[in-house]
């Protein structure tokens, strides 16, 4: 039904409130006096409040309403808004979501723990500063408390259904301004419509509310439907002229049906104002307070929501049409058909920038995951009696949205770890002469078809001397000395930990390799720097997207593999001459670089004799190189990537699978999985890489 | 999935009957969506002999087991009657599952009976016990009734996935 689409974008919007708000927050906490972030809260708690009034959330109204009159105090400046407030409004700003998770979400009543967890708020709150009389708070200005009489009258324009929108909500939303008279409900439109749709709507209602607000609290209760309704609100109490006036004005038979159901004589005794505007009706004139409802309908008409899986199945059926686009090409120039091929080519741009545009509506910035972590490392610095600052750059670095969502996890993982081993106490950065406040450096960038995300601290750095004692005794490296790239990599191994103690944040040494794994499965890697006493960097790279690839094609053994573009260095040809002896080196002479090569016919075990002429893809990951060598190279191909499913989980060294224009199907090489195995067979086994190959 | 037909179908249940290595299988024909003739496959290394490769099913990659190397014999010549059964499996997780099976020819849909179906025997059959549903008699002989679940069980056939992978 209509009203839970609207549900879910009220869900959705409060969510992205209650963020907004967190942020506004943060920065209120370091600038107390910006009057900017503080209405930014006032007006996400406000909005909350409005829109749950509408679908009759009770808990989420009741308890925003309590917050908003502390915000209201706050931002009149009758309070400061000083640390302790803000850590409250911090504390408040959690328990809204928590509500929102329970009681739209889940839609259920409030837990008992949520209730527990509330009522220690609300007193805080009350104690803080906020008015404790319910309901006083949304006339501050107003001569006090005084209950004072209203009449509300509107009419539904005809798609207030269509627009998710229920008449009853808004009468239980005035119903909770204050105590309900009368009220009619006007249904004569019903009787005149012809033809009559049942999804339209003919409604309206006038009533008589007994309540302590002002004009403009009524008028907003109606924010959501305004424009499209008519409404008209007066105080009967020192505007009966203005309401006699309005009577006045409508036809005969509609004001006496009026003055019935309110239980008034009509013609009104005093009816005889005709000249008077109404003054109070027109709503739009007493916006105020409704123009942050407003400006966000404005923002919102820019935007569309739209579901993922759909965006999914479009960004599917792009892909086939390509995949089909490019079998008819071949077909056309199978024929010699010049037009014809041509028309396919036209075509074939046209499809691809379809794509590109699908795919394009699923990139996100990263910045809103970025902005995340602020409340993280506030939070975590606090706990661990550190003075912590998070710098944020390259928000703006744009990302396929799934990647976003599952970029979170780690990079929170990475910056725990950060901020309770890489930075230091600050008695101990002072004796180092490091200022006090220790800082973490997030970064975001755009590399060669990559993404680039950066943690960096300024900490201490990575004690190697430590973590080559712990990983001889662990058994995970030998009596060797190890390279700085070894030692560094040990740090993903499951289980490592060299941290002294454990805390509640880190150092049970589980983290780092669970890190590792959900970035590889992204089709990224993560890699770990950390010149000696300088910090340390961890560097994530990613893919823009995970749908699609741009490959360099080859074949080796009448089969199509599909080879990552950004992995390839570059191409050359194997002289059949110099074939045998390479084969048996196992490596060839790169411009004076040694260049291990890996035979892929022999690594894949695939029958068949080589051609006579064979290729070289020089191909590097994770800062190792090495020679590919394939039959033929077959150029470069932009593809969709399709999974192998659950079978091939198992298979080392295929990610997954693309179908050609040809309708055949090209696996698609997973280089860094290719390359490590590689040196885990060197390093592991003493055998020269030359037999390795041959014994494969 | 064709044991429970066995055991709800009192009157006869539909079965396809098709040639592997000289031998006539049946199997439940529900699951069944297409027959399809042999074309090209793409071979994924590192896997085991029977996982012949993937196809290109209308932008979807299936992959093809090879029946005959999945029984433990020599994996199966293409011939000219060679097709590939496709067929859709429940998977663990309640998802489902799209398989190509390779056989060398596809008889006929045939009715068989419940009383018609014997059980497996305990040994000797060409073929591991459990992938046996039951034994159809049809003209004098018996068929066996393949149990599509546990020849094509997930599981098993991953794990041996993972063994080839790491033994290459």
């Keep these: 039904m209509n009203l839970d689409a609207a549900l879910q974008t009220f869900i959705a919007e409060a969510r992205e409130l209650l963020q907004d708000m967190e942020q506004a927050l943060l920065r209120l906490e370091s600038e107390p006096a910006d009057a900017h972030c503080l209405a930014a809260v006032f007006r996400a708690a406000h909005t909350i409040k409005g829109s749950a009034g509408l679908f009759g959330l009770e808990p989420l109204v009741s308890f925003a309403h309590v917050l908003e009159d502390l915000l209201d105090r706050l931002r009149a400046g009758a309070l400061p808004a000083d640390r302790e407030r803000v850590a409250l409004l911090l504390a408040c700003n959690d328990h809204l979501s928590a509500l929102l998770e329970q009681v739209a979400v889940r839609r259920s009543a409030p837990t008992a723990a949520l209730l527990a967890a509330e009522q220690p708020l609300r007193e805080r709150l009350a104690a803080s500063g906020g008015q404790a009389q319910p309901s006083a708070a949304a006339a501050p200005t107003h001569s006090a408390s005084e209950s004072r009489r209203w009449h509300v009258s509107v009419r539904f324009g005809q798609d207030t259904f269509r627009h998710g929108m229920d008449p009853l909500s808004f009468l239980r939303y005035l119903d909770g301004l204050g105590q309900r008279e009368a009220l009619a409900l006007y249904d004569q439109a019903l009787a005149e419509a012809s033809p009559f749709d049942p999804e339209s709507c003919y409604l309206g209602f006038d009533l008589r509310l007994q309540a302590a607000c002002e004009a403009t609290t009524l008028a907003d209760a109606f924010g959501f439907v305004e424009g499209e309704c008519q409404l008209a609100i007066f105080d009967l109490g020192s505007d009966a002229q203005g309401y006699a006036a309005w009577l006045e004005q409508l036809p005969p038979a509609h004001a006496q049906w009026l003055c019935a159901a309110m239980g008034e004589p009509w013609p009104l005794p005093q009816a005889a104002v005709p000249a008077m505007e109404p003054t109070v009706a027109a709503p739009p004139t007493a916006t105020e307070q409704?123009?942050?409802?407003?400006?966000?309908?404005?923002?919102?008409?820019?935007?569309?929501?739209?579901?993922?899986?759909?965006?999914?199945?479009?960004?599917?059926?792009?892909?086939?049409?390509?995949?089909?686009?490019?079998?008819?090409?071949?077909?056309?120039?199978?024929?010699?058909?010049?037009?014809?091929?041509?028309?396919?080519?036209?075509?074939?741009?046209?499809?691809?920038?379809?794509?590109?545009?699908?795919?394009?509506?699923?990139?996100?910035?990263?910045?809103?995951?970025?902005?995340?972590?602020?409340?993280?490392?506030?939070?975590?610095?606090?706990?661990?009696?550190?003075?912590?600052?998070?710098?944020?750059?390259?928000?703006?670095?744009?990302?396929?949205?799934?990647?976003?969502?599952?970029?979170?996890?780690?990079?929170?993982?990475?910056?725990?770890?950060?901020?309770?081993?890489?930075?230091?106490?600050?008695?101990?950065?002072?004796?180092?002469?490091?200022?006090?406040?220790?800082?973490?450096?997030?970064?975001?960038?755009?590399?060669?078809?990559?993404?680039?995300?950066?943690?960096?601290?300024?900490?201490?750095?990575?004690?190697?001397?430590?973590?080559?004692?712990?990983?001889?005794?662990?058994?995970?490296?030998?009596?060797?000395?190890?390279?700085?790239?070894?030692?560094?990599?040990?740090?993903?191994?499951?289980?490592?930990?060299?941290?002294?103690?454990?805390?509640?944040?880190?150092?049970?040494?589980?983290?780092?390799?669970?890190?590792?794994?959900?970035?590889?499965?992204?089709?990224?890697?993560?890699?770990?720097?950390?010149?000696?006493?300088?910090?340390?960097?961890?560097?994530?790279?990613?893919?823009?997207?995970?749908?699609?690839?741009?490959?360099?094609?080859?074949?080796?053994?009448?089969?199509?593999?599909?080879?990552?573009?950004?992995?390839?260095?570059?191409?050359?040809?194997?002289?059949?001459?110099?074939?045998?002896?390479?084969?048996?080196?196992?490596?060839?002479?790169?411009?004076?670089?040694?260049?291990?090569?890996?035979?892929?016919?022999?690594?894949?075990?695939?029958?068949?004799?080589?051609?006579?002429?064979?290729?070289?893809?020089?191909?590097?990951?994770?800062?190792?190189?090495?020679?590919?060598?394939?039959?033929?190279?077959?150029?470069?191909?932009?593809?969709?990537?399709?999974?192998?499913?659950?079978?091939?989980?198992?298979?080392?060294?295929?990610?997954?699978?693309?179908?050609?224009?040809?309708?055949?199907?090209?696996?698609?090489?997973?280089?860094?999985?290719?390359?490590?195995?590689?040196?885990?067979?060197?390093?592991?086994?003493?055998?020269?890489?030359?037999?390795?190959?041959?014994?494969? | 999935m064709s044991t429970q037909s066995l055991a709800t179908a009192d009157g006869e249940a539909q079965y396809l009957t098709f040639s592997v290595a000289g031998e006539t299988y049946a199997l439940a024909i529900e699951g069944i969506k297409e027959i399809i003739e042999l074309g090209h496959m793409t071979v994924v290394p590192m896997m085991p002999a029977y996982v012949r490769g993937v196809i290109n099913l209308r932008g979807a990659v299936v992959p093809v087991i090879d029946l005959a190397a999945r029984f433990g014999q020599p994996t199966s010549t293409a011939g000219r009657r060679s097709c590939i059964v496709i067929l859709e499996v429940r998977g663990a997780e309640g998802d489902t599952l799209v398989f190509g099976l390779l056989v060398d020819a596809v008889c006929a849909v045939l009715d068989i009976a419940a009383h018609a179906m014997e059980p497996a025997p305990g040994f000797g059959s060409r073929i591991r016990v459990d992938f046996i549903a039951g034994m159809a008699r049809l003209d004098g002989r018996f068929v066996i009734v393949l149990d599509v679940d546990r020849v094509l069980s997930l599981q098993d056939l991953a794990q041996m996935a993972t063994l080839a992978g790491e033994a290459a």
């Design chain 1, 290 to 696: 409704a123009a942050p409802a407003r400006a966000d309908a404005d923002g919102r008409r820019a935007w569309v929501r739209v579901r993922a899986d759909k965006l999914e199945a479009l960004i599917n059926l792009a892909g086939e049409l390509i995949t089909a686009g490019a079998g008819a090409r071949l077909l056309a120039e199978a024929q010699g058909h010049e037009p014809m091929t041509e028309a396919t080519v036209a075509v074939n741009a046209l499809v691809e920038q379809l794509l590109e545009g699908a795919l394009a509506m699923r990139m996100v910035p990263i910045g809103e995951t970025f902005n995340r972590f602020h409340r993280t490392v506030r939070d975590v610095s606090q706990a661990l009696g550190k003075d912590i600052e998070l710098v944020v750059s390259g928000g703006d670095t744009e990302l396929d949205k799934a990647l976003v969502e599952q970029l979170g996890d780690p990079l929170m993982h990475l910056l725990r770890n950060a901020m309770d081993h890489g930075i230091e106490a600050p008695e101990v950065r002072l004796a180092a002469g490091k200022p006090a406040r220790g800082r973490l450096h997030l970064a975001a960038c755009h590399d060669a078809g990559n993404i680039v995300v950066e943690l960096s601290d300024d900490g201490a750095g990575l004690d190697r001397s430590r973590i080559l004692a712990k990983a001889r005794e662990r058994g995970l490296l030998g009596a060797a000395e190890p390279s700085d790239r070894e030692l560094l990599a040990v740090i993903f191994e499951p289980g490592f930990s060299t941290a002294a103690t454990v805390t509640n944040l880190s150092g049970r040494g589980v983290g780092m390799d669970v890190v590792k794994r959900n970035i590889t499965s992204l089709r990224g890697s993560v890699e770990l720097l950390s010149p000696a006493g300088q910090g340390t960097t961890v560097r994530i790279r990613l893919p823009l997207t995970l749908a699609m690839i741009d490959g360099l094609l080859v074949e080796a053994a009448d089969s199509a593999y599909v080879i990552p573009l950004s992995m390839v260095h570059e191409c050359m040809e194997l002289a059949p001459a110099e074939r045998s002896t390479l084969r048996n080196r196992g490596h060839v002479d790169l411009r004076g670089e040694v260049l291990p090569l890996v035979f892929l016919r022999d690594h894949f075990g695939l029958q068949g004799a080589a051609p006579r002429r064979e290729n070289i893809v020089v191909i590097r990951a994770h800062g190792l190189k090495a020679g590919l060598v394939v039959d033929r190279l077959l150029g470069e191909y932009q593809t969709v990537i399709k999974p192998l499913g659950p079978l091939f989980s198992g298979v080392r060294g295929v990610s997954g699978s693309s179908v050609l224009g040809s309708g055949v199907v090209a696996l698609i090489l997973d280089v860094p999985a290719l390359l490590k195995h590689l040196t885990e067979c060197e390093s592991t086994s003493f055998i020269p890489s030359s037999t390795f190959f041959q014994a494969v």
